[in-house]
């Protein structure tokens, strides 16, 4: 009997207690589109869709640990990193991500959760950008992401280009800018060094849209793992977080999550 082998893709992030971001957020967005999902965790929060009322960082050996038992048995097609809130744990991961090979990597830069809480330290954005961006396939920023990275003010489709080639040049194969912060329809800017290319979208008048950035890295992760070029992965994953936000069903008093399974549940 021959066994149909199935894409892998392995998720390097925080824990959300309340299932709507991080690796909870990432196992779903793979599980609904066809990858086998693993995890490496690097931080366990306490948070609900109202607030991050605590942060537990993993020791960075069993960081490094994790991401060996997973990489030496079950291996993965594509990586992608979230919640890293501290130097420590970005250098040792990016070492692991060097080592072992791991070639295709979304890097999101999660810095704020939704409800306004910090998840990267000030100190730790060097580090974010010195050794994790040059080993990306792509980054995905959103406007005061791409503010920080950069310092660049970000108020225009003008400025997005701008920072979209200073991500670039700090050794990422390719970024996407984020526009949902930005006025008018949310266009995400995907530039890959040589070309842009916009994906827009409608803007959903919604409450769920707590973790729609880990969601929107994990989807295009998933679909490098199955062998898509980038724009189709980007393509996918604006499509998917779009319609994961217009099915959303109502969790917490703040900002709750996105229907992942909305294909399956209906």
Avoid at 2 to 11: D, E, F, G, N
Avoid at 99 to 128: F, H, Q, T
Avoid at 169 to 189: N, S, T, Y
Avoid at 221 to 241: C, D, I, M, P, R
Wanted: hydrophobic letters at 45%; charged letters at 20%.
């Amino acid at each position: 009997m021959t066994l149909r082998r199935v894409p892998r893709a392995m998720t390097i992030a925080g824990s959300d207690s309340g299932g709507g971001a991080g690796i909870q957020a990432d196992l779903k967005t793979f599980a609904a589109l066809g990858v086998y999902g693993t995890s490496v965790i690097t931080a366990i929060t306490a948070q609900n869709t109202l607030k991050v009322s605590g942060v537990h960082e993993i020791p960075v050996e069993l960081i490094r640990a994790q991401i060996g038992a997973v990489v030496s048995d079950i291996g993965a097609d594509a990586v992608k990193t979230g919640m890293l809130s501290s130097s420590e744990i970005i250098e040792a991961v990016a070492d692991e991500i060097a080592a072992r090979g791991l070639s295709l990597l979304v890097v999101d830069p999660v810095m704020v959760a939704k409800s306004g809480d910090r998840l990267l330290r000030e100190d730790a954005i060097e580090a974010l950008r010195m050794r994790l961006l040059p080993l990306a396939t792509v980054v995905t920023p959103n406007i005061p992401e791409a503010e920080a990275l950069t310092g660049r003010v970000i108020v225009s489709a003008e400025d997005a280009r701008a920072a979209a080639r200073d991500i670039v040049g700090m050794g990422a194969r390719a970024v996407v800018v984020k526009g949902g912060h930005l006025e008018g329809l949310p266009i995400d800017l995907l530039y890959d060094g040589s070309d842009f290319r916009e994906f827009t979208g409608p803007r959903i008048d919604t409450t769920s849209t707590h973790g729609t950035g880990c969601t929107f890295a994990s989807a295009i992760a998933a679909g490098l793992a199955k062998g898509l070029s980038l724009e189709e992965a980007v393509g996918q994953a604006k499509a998917f977080v779009a319609e994961a936000m217009r099915k959303a069903f109502a969790v917490g008093q703040g900002h709750g999550p996105l229907h992942h399974f909305f294909k399956s549940w209906e």
